[in-house]
C-alpha cells in the first residue's frame, strides 16, 4: 500500500490589502482638495462676472441719468440704487414685490444676494441679503456693509474697514466743472463683492515657504478681537458684540469648522470697476 501524505501550504498575509487602503485614502484627499479648489474658483469666477456687471450697468445708467452737470455722484446714485434693497426680510414681504419697482442697479446685484436667517434686535428674520455685514442704518432700515481686512495681528486677529458695496472710483470727477478741463463729467463705479468659500479655509502667509507645512496658520474666527478701524457714520453693526446676527458673524467675515476648531474661511474682496463718460445732462 502506497502512503500518501498531504501537503498544508499556508498562504501568508496579505500586505498589499493595507497598502491599497492607504493609497487610497491618499488619492481621495487629493480628490476631494482638487474638487473643492475647482468648485470655489468657479463660484469666485462667477462673482466675478457678476460684479463687473453690477460695475458697468451701474456706470451706464449714471451717464444717462438727467441731472445738472454740477450734480455730485451721491445724488446721482440715488437715482439708479437703493441700498435698502440689499436686505430683504422675507417675513414681511415677498422677493418680487421688493423688486417690483427696483433701480436698474439692484436688479444687477440680485444674482449675489444670498438667503439667510439673521437675528436683529432680539428676534430672528429670513432674509433675502448681499453678503456681507448687517448694517442697520438711522431710522432702523437695514442695509449691507462690506468688510475690508486691512491687517491681521500674529494670531490672525483681524482689523477690518466697512465699506458701502457700490462707490465712486476715486480721483475721478462725476460733476463738471467748466473751470477745469480735466473733470469734464465721468460716471466712475466699483462693485464690492466679498468672496468666501465653503469648503476652504483660511491661513496665514507661511514664513517659512510656500510649500511647506502651515497647519499652525489657520486663521481662527475671533470676532471678539476684531477692530473696526473705520465705518461709515450713518448707522451701526447689527448684533456687534453681543449677538450673532448672521451665519457670517456680525462683521461678515465668515466662520467654518475645521481641524478641530472654528476658522475663518478663504475670502477675497472682489472688485468690478467701470468709465462711462456722462451723455447725458439735464438743465440746472
Known sequence: M???????????????RGSILIEFALVVLLLSVLLAATVELGKAVYFAQAAQNAARVAARELALAPLP????FDEALATVF???LLYVDLDATS???????????????????IFDRVTVGGSTHEVLRYPG?????SGGVNTVKVPLVVSR????VETIELRDVVEAIPGIAYAVDPSAPNTSGIAAVRVHVPFQAAALSGFQANAAGP??????????????GVTVSSAPGD?????AGSELPTYAGPYGLGRQYALGKELRPFRKLITGQSLFRREVFANP
Not at 69 to 72: D, G, K, L
Request: proline letters at 10%.
Open 235 to 239: 448707522g451701526a453693526l447689527a448684533g
Open 69 to 72: 452737470p454740477q450734480a455730485t
Open 211 to 224: 510649500f511647506e507645512p502651515n497647519l499652525d496658520g489657520a486663521i481662527v474666527a475671533d470676532d471678539a
Open 2 to 16: 502506497r502512503s500518501t501524505s498531504m501537503r498544508i501550504r499556508l498562504s501568508p498575509a496579505h500586505p498589499q
Open 133 to 137: 455685514a448687517v448694517w442697520v442704518r
Open 82 to 84: 437703493d441700498p435698502a
Open 153 to 156: 495681528g500674529a494670531d490672525g
Open 95 to 113: 422677493i418680487d414685490a421688493a423688486f417690483a419697482n427696483a433701480p436698474a442697479l439692484n436688479h444687477a446685484l440680485k444674482p449675489l444676494m
